[in-house]
């Protein structure tokens, strides 16, 4: 699978622990878009080619990253086709792939310690999307869209 992640300056530590966690998949292939540094770069922006990679197809998913995840997650779903679901707990993150099929996962890097992080990432690349009646939601989430 294809993943792509960025983030902005409060969270390119949390960026480096998610990919060695996305490390310990070898099917995963990883497309880092940055930031690189701590020098303060906007977040919509990070969202904007996060999520290019994965509506045009070049990545199945994303993950993205900020102090908080809220702006990120915020920029991420004004976005056609992104179903980004903000995470800070391993249930959150189970349910979204589960009910939402939640094509990007946020994160905050001013919110979230290293341990938790690395368990959100892991359910979040290991569960499935059940389908069935939630398939019928997320087909009404596409007409809001398309409104
Ligand atoms: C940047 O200072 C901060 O606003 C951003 O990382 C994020 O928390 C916004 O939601």
């Given at each position: 699978m294809k993943l792509t992640i960025?983030?902005?300056h409060g969270a390119v530590?949390?960026?480096?622990?998610?990919?060695?966690?996305?490390?310990e998949y070898p099917d995963i292939e990883v497309n880092d878009v940055g930031?690189?540094?701590?020098?303060?770069v906007d977040y919509p922006d990070i969202a904007e080619?996060?999520?290019a990679d994965v509506v045009n197809g070049r990545s199945e998913r994303?993950?993205?990253l900020c102090g908080t995840g809220i702006g990120i997650s915020i920029a991420?779903?004004?976005i056609k086709g992104i179903r980004c679901a903000l995470c800070n707990d391993v249930y959150s993150a189970k349910k979204c792939r589960e009910h939402n099929n939640a094509n990007v996962l946020a994160m905050g890097g001013r919110v979230l310690g290293r341990g938790p992080a690395e368990e959100i990432v892991r359910a979040w690349l290991t569960t499935e999307f059940e389908g069935g009646r939630h398939q019928r939601r997320l087909d009404k989430i596409t007409a809001l869209e398309n409104k």
């Open positions: 960025g983030s902005d530590e949390l960026k480096e622990t998610v990919k060695a966690v996305l490390a930031t690189f540094g701590t020098e303060s080619k996060v999520c994303g993950i993205v991420a779903n004004k």
